[in-house]
């Protein structure tokens, strides 16, 4: 029988070898990245039948990652591993197609049992969390998809790279694009989203977890 084939996404290197001493008896673990451009790249290479992903990750969050992945690749089961213990970073999650919600703090007893829930089309949420609460943020959410969602993929990945204080000639390599194409996208977003100048946007990244405070 074929081994559960495991991707694990995380900027700490400290929480991906705890992750893959506690995972490696049950599944195998086929790569570990840093950040989420990276997670995209290898999510296509090596097609993992899970993810665990943090949230917050420099260059694309874990959930803009996890929304675009989901985009190819419905197959592929994304277990989000987070300190934040609020509804509504886990609503966002949930939305972006993820299946399990496990903080950090309880990993080691939740994220092996988060991993066999979404294998069987189930969804796991953290026992510190409260599950009608958070029912109750993804109904909200889900009637109120505008703003930051409403933007196109390019447009909020410019907007967290502009808020980690990268450049635009950074920004612009990051993303393999001009940095007029760059400056275009800051523009478009800020007008869509009512912003004036860059401390307003990182204002509004951090209100709405692009970036962590």
Avoid: C, W
């Amino acid at each position: 029988m074929k081994r559960v084939t495991v991707l694990l996404a995380d900027d700490h290197a400290i929480v991906t070898e705890g992750l893959r001493r506690v995972l490696e008896a049950d599944f195998v673990i086929v790569g570990a990245v840093s950040d989420g451009r990276a997670l995209l790249s290898a999510a296509k290479e090596l097609r993992p039948d899970v993810i665990v992903a943090d949230i917050s990750m420099p260059l694309l969050s874990g959930i803009e990652a996890a929304r675009q992945i989901r985009e190819s690749d419905r197959r592929v089961k994304i277990v989000f591993l987070t300190m934040h213990p609020d509804v509504i970073y886990a609503s966002e999650a949930f939305l972006a197609g993820g299946s399990g919600y496990v903080l950090k703090s309880s990993a080691g007893m939740e994220i092996v049992t988060a991993i066999h829930e979404a294998l069987r089309g189930r969804t796991y949420v953290t026992s510190s969390l409260d599950r009608r609460l958070l029912d109750e943020q993804i109904q909200r959410d889900r009637r109120s998809r505008s703003g930051l969602s409403g933007l196109p993929p390019r447009q909020r990945e410019v907007l967290q790279l502009v808020a980690e204080g990268r450049t635009t000639k950074d920004i612009a390599e990051v993303l393999k694009i001009s940095p007029r194409t760059v400056e275009f996208h800051r523009y478009r977003a800020m007008t869509s989203l009512g912003l004036h100048n860059i401390a307003e946007l990182v204002q509004y990244a951090i209100k709405h977890r692009l970036v962590s405070p």
